[in-house]
C-alpha cells in the first residue's frame, strides 16, 4: 500500500531553469562525470569556488523558478488522502527552501545535499524512507532526470518520470503534466480516510 510519495525539485516541481551543459562548461566539467563528484575532487580553493558558483546559480534559479502546473494541487491532494510527501534533491539546503517557501509547498520531510550523498546514489531516499518509518514498497519516487531514476531503481523504490518532451518515448511510468501522476496514483492508494 502506497504511504508516501517523495518528489526531486528542479524540473519536477519547479519548470526546468538551470540550463545544465553551462553550468558544466563553467564549473570545466568532463562529459559524463558528476557534477557534485567534480566539485568533490578539487582540492582547497578550486573546491570553494566551484561550490560557489553552483550555490550561486542553484540560488538563482530558485529565485526565478516557476511551478509547474498542478504541483500545489498535487501535494494538497496527496496529504489530505494522508499520505506522507517529501522533497528530496540534489540543490543545496537554501535554494531548497527557497523554493518550498515561494511556492507555499507543505512536505512532511525536505532532504537537501547538505543531508547525505546526493543522487544517482540512493542515500538521500533510504534515508527519507528511514525518517518516515516506510519500506520501499509503501513509497514512491517522482522525478525528471536520469539520476533520479537512477537512484529510485538503487533504493528499490517505484518511480515515476515527468517527461518535459512529448515526443520522447516512454521509459516505465511516464507522465508530461503533474496532474497525470495522480493518475497512476489513485490505484496505488487506500480508501480515503472516513
Known sequence: MLRAVLFDMDGTLTQPLIDWPDVRRRLEVA????????????DGHRRDRAESLLKQIEFEAATAALPNDGVVELIDRLRQRGLKTGLVTNNHQRAMEHIVEKLGLRFDLLLSREDGIAKPAPDLLILALERLGLKSSEALFVGDGRYDRAA???????????DHD????????????????WQLL???????PE
Request: hydrophobic fraction near 50%; charged fraction near 15%.
Open 31 to 42: 562529459e559524463g562525470a558528476s557534477i557534485m563528484d567534480h566539485i568533490e575532487a578539487q
Open 152 to 162: 529510485a531503481a538503487a533504493a528499490d523504490l517505484s518511480y515515476i518520470h515527468l
Open 186 to 192: 489513485e490505484p496505488l492508494m487506500s480508501a480515503p
Open 166 to 181: 512529448p515526443a520522447a518515448a516512454p521509459n516505465g511510468p511516464t507522465v508530461h503534466k503533474l496532474a497525470q501522476v
